[in-house]
């Protein structure tokens, strides 16, 4: 076997019979061995956090190492009971924990390989697309734009093929490709006849044989560019651990304070010491980072099951605040499903819809347009041997449907293609805005070109009319361009198509031929309509994003009468200044660009380039963008949006550049998310409302009680059991909370917006406070009455246990009263609710426990008492979201 390096040195020829393959590629027989033999084209992974991993991590966090100190002093002082308690909590702390964080972690591994790259290859003569992971050594690659090179491979045919090698060579200008062999020995960097794997296609096409795959590729051996990606905290991960940072140090502080109170009052160190921990227990939120890591887990898979996938945990979060959602119109508003309406030339029309299968009424002239757009086209037909109706086309949308409509009309893409070999092409770009084929009949050549209608014609110098071809005039032309704007303005994408007979003695060398020179002088022959019916929802959906407070914009490369007319079906109202043309772009500067945002809804005709300077312009206005693209020219744009939406069809670069992917292009789908996004941000205000709202009741009762001079109104133990075990779970079940139905009514969630708004300020410090007094005073009117303190303190374990076990009930959502809530619908709060008020029960009347946190029997009315207590704090905080849903709605 020929050595890795030497490769480029072979003739192509030889490196297929090397690779004993062929031009028309492997059997399905041939892969299956090769499979067998060198396994997945994957490279090898970083293990996932596993289990244990993530176990230990939950024994790293600065609250465990404070408990296990104390339990460790605890031990050495004697005081049994306090070490089985302290450890117990540690326990405990650390399975939930881990149980939760476990989860998420699987979830979001599972998420992450949900994008799979697929390649086309030859198979048995045919193009197929696969999954990159299945290519073998052999194997035929098709290279297009915005294609990641899967394998290593030795170029075999190259159309202007140039491949961007940065992620091995470090340059960042793209290398164009050739077929042709080079010297032994060549650098990495200039053995151009070669692509290898995890470089991308800038531009041209091209095709290549495999020769390795894996860990046999250059990148494969190159073992630092092979580590997988790490996940980053979020910004409102970070915020929330510089919150918690900030509670550890008044808690430091509040936590001295109690001991130094304590000791001047003669009362016992060790018992300070603990209680000092306990309280530090109580109000840091320790499992905060983690329920937010589940809420954004869980909201993306919620998302994926609206056929969405969140490639990044930051787009879950920002998703909430989008202002401005800027689409493309195929695909995403229609339905994908373009096909070919009408055939246009001169004064002739076909309904292609109504006569396709109608041989007798597609004139001569309109089966060379339909043949023009055959050859002049990449799309290919993957299961050539089926049924029409069962025929898999691959390629661009227009190219298809192109296809399908020549297929449909009797004509068969590889025999043409025998007839006319194509020599050259002049791909089609989002710039150019056409392609152009060269092909060889017997000894003359033809040049077929398709494209938008205003650039063929300008290349045009003659076309046909009523059966002749003849000079084009200025009049023939605009007549040619209100025939055009004509089905535009229905909202149909027009494609001209056009020709050119070359003779033999203009091309002398067929390797060499420069097609830009040839072309022009065209012969106009007519135009295609395409249509693309609307989706039936995508009207309803644009007014529930217009009733969300975000703004949805059309950015097309349709022409602007199609924009318009599909924009006016769909509720846009245009004006004037509605309508922005790519051709108004370029002569626009960036300061008067940020104008026209403001009020443009439309953009047509535009390229790439166009899209970032709009979403930079939008992003000027303080818009949050979210942008959709497919292609390699768009992600630019993508990276650039704050939320980058790439179609479910896009290339691999624009996959991996943007922060969604779409595995339905239905516009719908990116509003949902946008629900889903939102839906995530209210849960996680939620699950911090509920951690802070309780966490000063400890502080209010222990240093009340000792600056009183009264026995502690709630013991250590009882403090660790009610924050770790009591409310473990219940704070997490808000992660599962669904949303309310009014979500999409109210205005996009402002980036500037405090975490903690005044609304929940108001339920954690003036609603808590008052009721942590009302506990305070119950205590102190039970101290006054002379009642046994293990009883008082179980009361008031009982009262703050419950209590969090019901007002979690009422902060499901800030938007409206508790008793307008499903109380069924979050079967997880339900369980872990029962859950952890049965572990209340079992803490407060078997003995084991009794003993450990001190508690004694409660009767009937004790529990009245407990329950009617617990209610007030229910009122409160239904009074506070009462006022702030009324001040809502009188803005």
Known sequence: MKN?????????????????????????????????????????????????????????????YVLVIAGIISFILGEEVDTYVIFGAVFINTIIGFIQENKANKALSKLRKMVEHKVVVMRDGHEKQVLSKNIVPGDIIILEPGNRVPADIRIIESKDLKINEATLTGESVPTSKTADKIKVGSSLADRNNMAYAGTVVVSGSGRGVVVATAQDTEIGRISSLVHATTEEKTPLQNRLTSLSKTLGIVVGIISLLIVLLGISQGRDFFEMFIVAIAVAVSVIPEGMIVAVTVILVLGMQQILKRKALVRKLIAAETLGSTTVICTDKTGTLTEGNMQVSHIIIGDDKLNFEKDKHNEENIAKDMYYALRISVLCNNAVVENPDNDLEDLKLLGLPTEKALLLAGIQAGLDKDSLEKEYERIEELPFSSDTKFMATLHKRSKDYRLYEKGAPERVLDKSTYFHHEGEVKKITSADKKKLIEKYESYTSKGLRLIAVAYKKIGSADIKDEKKVDLKEHDKDLVFLGFLALKDPLRPDVAKTIEVCRGAGIRPIVIT????????????????KITKDSIVSGEDLDNTSDEDLQKIVKKASVFARVSPHHKLRIVKALQSQEEIVAMTGDGINDSPALKAADIGVCLGSGTDIAKETSDIVLLDNNFKVIVNAVRQGRVIFNNIRK??????????????????????????????????????????????????????????????????????????????????????FFYFAIFLYFIKINLDISYIRTIIFAIIGVNSLLYVFSLRSLMKPIWKMKPFSNTYLNFATLASLGLLIIAIYFAPLQKALQTVPLNLNDWFLVLGVSLVNIILIEISKFYFIKKEKNI
């Open 4 to 64: 890795m390096k030497d490769f480029h040195s072979l003739t192509w020829k030889d490196v297929l019979k090397e690779k004993k393959s062929s031009q028309s590629g492997l059997s399905d027989n041939e892969v299956q061995e090769r499979l067998d033999k060198f396994g997945l084209n994957q490279l090898q992974k970083e293990k996932p956090l596993g289990a244990f991993k993530i176990l230990i991590a939950q024994l790293k966090s600065p609250l465990v």
């Open 557 to 572: 490369g349709d022409h602007a009468l199609t924009a318009k007319a599909i924009a006016q079906e769909i509720g846009f």
């Open 687 to 772: 699950v911090i409302t509920y951690l802070l709202a309780d966490s000063f009741s400890q502080v209010i009762l222990i240093v009340g009680s000792i600056i009183l001079g009264y026995p502690l109104a709630i013991l250590p133990a009882q403090i660790l059991w009610i924050n770790i075990v009591n409310d473990g779970f219940p704070s997490f079940s808000l992660a599962f909370e669904k949303g309310e139905d009014g979500l999409m009514k109210k205005k996009p969630i402002s980036q500037k917006e405090p975490l903690i708004n005044k609304e929940m300020k108001t339920i954690i410090f003036i609603a808590g406070i008052i009721r942590d």
